[in-house]
């Protein structure tokens, strides 16, 4: 059963698509070869070996991308403010697709986070992230159905800190009437077209009555144009005890940038961890950027021991995105026998495989 679950989100002939968003296509074009030319930033640490995974598959199945790579600079450059090169965010505007690595951005030295630039310059303003139970990998849950939506443009992650006084340093919150409509009829309309029947607003207003308070009076105005949607509002603490007892109370949830961010981590560790966790950043005008959500993993990078599972699946939901089902689903079924088999796993799903034996053990089963 858990097999099919993941298929209908993940994507199949006869459903909806997992990451989908208002206008498509969205595909950049090259008309005389038909080759759609898709951002790669393969990242820090085991990125570019996870890329290049990625990269063989691709070419195995015959997808017809042509990347563009875009490499993290050794520089900050003073038009991002961040080691992200202007001429690399040009090319995520230029292509409105793109995938993305992990990014690691220095601790405490007052560097900009790549994250958080990409989100900003790009109005990635929707962080789209399935948590399912995975056929074949034994996890504490053998039902987890449900959808992440995290706001990603505004909340503590603004970016706005100062200090007071000596001692004393002060961050601020922001939250706005635009974004929060905004997220909230996209967690909304994205419910609807993929026949989900719940939405859960995640907050804290009980405490922080205005910001929360503004979001959860939007995520109502949206409610009221669905009322084939179940709406509710759960407390984020609460909300946490829930999903450790009992993850099949929730269907989508969707929440303001930091709840988002610790929510969707949570809900990962119910699954297996980051490692087998897609996700997609929704941008208006039609941009979609594919990331793993993982960590950069440098005390591993280079060894050739890396799991490309999350950043693979991710690459399957560009490729819903840009309409070609067919290699998407060849991609992810392949993938997905791979895991369930149990002969070729990494170290993290508990085997001994190099990322060299994983990816060849995927190709295979194309």
């Known amino acids: 059963m858990g097999f099919h679950i993941l298929r209908r989100l993940l994507g199949s002939p006869n459903s909806s698509r997992v990451f989908s968003s208002f206008n498509r296509p969205f595909s950049s074009s090259d008309s005389s070869s038909n080759m759609i030319r898709a951002t790669l930033f393969p990242g820090d640490g085991i ?16 997808v017809p991308i042509e990347w563009e790579e875009h490499y993290v600079g050794d520089k900050i450059d003073p038009r991002t403010q961040s080691f992200l090169t202007w001429e690399s965010l040009e090319s995520v505007r230029r292509n409105r697709v793109g995938l993305k690595g992990p990014m690691a951005t220095p601790i405490g030295k007052g560097h900009r986070s790549l994250n958080l630039t990409l989100r900003k310059e790009l109005n990635l303003y929707a962080n789209v992230r399935p948590c399912n139970s995975l056929p074949g990998y034994k996890t504490r849950y053998d039902d987890v159905n449900l959808i992440t939506i995290r706001e990603n443009t505004e909340g503590e992650y603004s970016g706005l800190e100062h200090q007071v006084v000596r001692g004393v340093v002060e961050s601020l919150k922001i939250i706005t009437r635009q974004a929060s409509l905004r997220v909230a009829e996209y967690a909304f309309h994205y419910a609807k077209t993929h026949g989900r029947e719940r939405v859960s607003a995640i907050h804290k207003a009980n405490i922080m009555q205005k910001t929360d308070g503004l979001f959860l009076k939007c995520c109502r105005e949206v409610a009221e144009k669905y009322p084939e949607i179940t709406y509710e509002e759960v407390v984020i603490d609460n909300c946490c005890m829930m999903l450790v007892k009992n993850p099949a109370l929730f269907d989508v949830l969707v929440m303001p ?4 961010d610790i929510i969707s981590d949570l809900c990962a560790g119910l699954i297996g961890g980051l490692g087998l966790t897609p996700s997609c950043n929704i941008g208006e005008g039609g941009i979609a950027l594919a990331e793993a959500v993982h960590g950069s993993a440098p005390d591993i990078a280079g060894k050739n021991v890396a799991n490309p599972t999350a950043l693979m699946l991710s690459a399957v939901s560009m490729l ?4 070609l089902n067919d290699k998407a ?6 993938i997905l026998t791979t895991i369930a088999e149990g002969k070729h796993r990494t170290a993290d799903l508990g085997g001994n495989s190099t990322t060299t034996d994983f990816t060849k053990a995927i190709c295979d089963h194309l």
Do not use: M, S, T, W
Request: hydrophobic share 40%; glycine share 6%.
């Open 47 to 62: 990125g570019p070996e996870i890329a290049e995974a990625v990269k063989q598959v691709f070419r195995a199945a015959e």
């Open 257 to 260: 940038n930091l709840y988002g």
């Open 320 to 323: 819903h995105h840009l309409e």
């Open 329 to 334: 689903d060849q991609i992810q079924n392949a």
